[in-house]
């Protein structure tokens, strides 16, 4: 009896062994098998997007390319005329509001959250403003003819076109007043970010996969990598070199919000794309009276979305100000002073 049962263990314990043996070799197998190296940029949202990925798995870029063109063209865009964005500043001051996406929906009630909490310095309402100044079609070029700043009685006309606390979402529809325009170009990298995290996760790739994807000034480390990643700062006061170098693990995105990046000089002065909602100018110049301005912001957090927010928030609000916001995120906030 004693010998037929340590029979049938000693069996059933080889069975066992042998079934963990070829596991653990086809692990390995696949583990130490081919790690491919996919990199891809393509131009979205204005700026150039680079993924570079290392997996064990299927090359993944393809679908992060068409993830970034969906959502410039089909959500976020107000320069595309038939993005969704565009149909509900089309249709401000309708009475009956204007339906939303979930996808929409959930992006403007967590930006109308960010404006209350950040006391309006991060605002998506600022359409029309953005619209007056134009810096991104004056930094790039695309205008003709000389750059002349806004009077002050058009800025105050734009003015009372923004404003957050004037739109209402209701039964998954927007209203807002006749002439706001919504401009969500401090969030679309983010969400985009976002987005790729979500399709990786999905596609349960998560494991055999490392990499970085830049959006423009947007990052998002994927997964492990000896030491960390090096996430290099640029340096506001000379185009082209690194400021300071920050290391970051894991799954993290990094934003960075400064006056350098897009801006049009007028008679010595610097008019940067960074609008402050409460004055209605560039955060920092004259007449924005920001004695607390910095040259540039970054910050670190799990998500996309907030940290490209809170850059901009903080960027707007000042260091002091700034710090306070970013704890109350829990976000991480790496501040260059301006000189
Ligand atoms: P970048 O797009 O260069 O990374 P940001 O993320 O800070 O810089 O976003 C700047 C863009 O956000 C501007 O081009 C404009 O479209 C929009 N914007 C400007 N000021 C604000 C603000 N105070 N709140 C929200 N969006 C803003
Ligand atoms: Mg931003």
Known sequence: MGIHFDKKRLITSLISALL???????????????????????????????????????DPTGDLIAIGNRLEHDLLSHRISDSEISLINGNSGTPEGYPLTAEMEEILTTC???????????????????????????????????????????????????????????????????GMKLDLGAIGKGIYLDECRSYIQENQTTNDLSGIIAAGGSILTLGEKEGGWTIGITDPFNSGEIYDKLSVSGYRNTSTSGSYERFVEYRGVRYHHIINPLTGYPTGCAEDNNKDYSAS????????????ALSTACFVLGETKGRELAKKYGADIYVIPEK
Request: hydrophobic share 40%; glycine share 8%.
């Open 20 to 58: 963990l043996i070829i596991l653990t070799a086809s692990v390995l197998k696949w583990r130490t098998g081919n790690i491919n190296n996919y990199s891809q940029a393509a131009f979205i949202m204005g700026t150039v997007f680079s993924l570079d990925i290392n997996s064990y798995g299927d």
């Open 112 to 178: 109308l959250q960010i404006s209350a909490d950040s006391n309006g310095a991060f605002d998506i309402t600022i359409g029309a403003l953005t619209d007056l100044w134009d810096i991104d079609g004056w930094a790039s070029g695309e205008n003709d003819g000389e750059f002349i700043p806004p009077s002050a009685d058009m800025i105050s006309d734009a003015l009372s076109h923004c404003g957050y606390e004037k739109v209402r979402i209701e039964d998954h529809r927007i209203y807002m007043p006749e």
């Open 297 to 308: 912001v970054t910050i670190i957090s799990d998500s996309g979305l907030m940290s490209d």
